[in-house]
């Protein structure tokens, strides 16, 4: 008998998001049970993403030489420069895929709301790392970890405390692939708790944010 081909995960993820969409118009706000389990979804999958950049990044330098190091950051530099140039691109090109949506209002509170200022030097300085972590300050905690991981390349007798820090680093990736294959689910929750709350004039006008999304979670 020919074997039964698995379906792939991104083919899942389409799939849960329009059944999501289906189950959401279906039963209206009867469904909106499910916010917090999509809610609880995100939150899970955000808890081993900073823990494996620090461990990644502590590892992978402190397991390098200085002339590794050199040549690692000239390339990643590089690497850095041309990722940064495609997603400015994108990001000057993609609003021109949308269709121009026009509302009107006459009163919003964020024209009152006070817009809260971002402090530079706490977002890319860790005067606490654990501040840093909590707070998920990215730049800062990718700061922090390379300096750990540059400074272990001097030091003697450090493969015992990289073995079980990669034997971390493992576990945390092992916890990441058990949560991507819950992502049909979670992705189901969200779209099926919001599609529950809206009409279909207003999903007809998110048909375009739909297609590029299906189209982005194919290829």
Do not use: C
Request: charged fraction near 10%; charge should be positive; avoid cysteine.
């Amino acid at each position: 008998m020919p074997t039964r081909r698995k379906l792939s995960v991104s083919t899942q993820v389409v799939l849960a998001l329009l059944l999501g969409i289906l189950v959401g118009l279906f039963f209206g706000e009867h469904i909106t049970f499910l916010q917090p389990v999509g809610r609880a979804f995100i939150l899970l999958l955000q808890m081993t993403v900073l823990p494996y950049i620090v461990l990644s990044l502590m590892t992978g330098l402190g397991s390098l030489n200085y002339q590794q190091v050199k040549t690692l950051a000239l390339r990643v530099g590089t690497l850095l420069v041309i990722s940064w140039g495609l997603a400015f691109l994108v990001i000057v090109l993609m609003p021109l895929a949308f269709p121009t949506w026009v509302s009107a209002s006459f009163f919003s509170t964020s024209l009152i709301e006070k817009t809260e200022e971002i402090n530079l030097l706490t977002l890319f300085i860790p005067s606490n790392p654990f501040f840093s972590l909590s707070n998920n300050f990215v730049p800062a905690v990718v700061i922090f970890s390379v300096a750990v991981g540059v400074a272990l390349i001097g030091i003697e007798n450090k493969q015992s405390l990289l073995a079980n820090l990669d034997i971390f680093n493992r576990a945390m990736g092992r916890i990441t692939q058990f949560m991507a294959r819950l992502t049909p689910l979670g992705v189901f929750a969200l779209v099926a708790s919001a599609a529950g709350t809206m009409s279909f004039e207003e999903l007809a006008r998110l048909q375009v944010f739909l297609v590029l999304y299906v189209l982005m979670a194919v290829y």
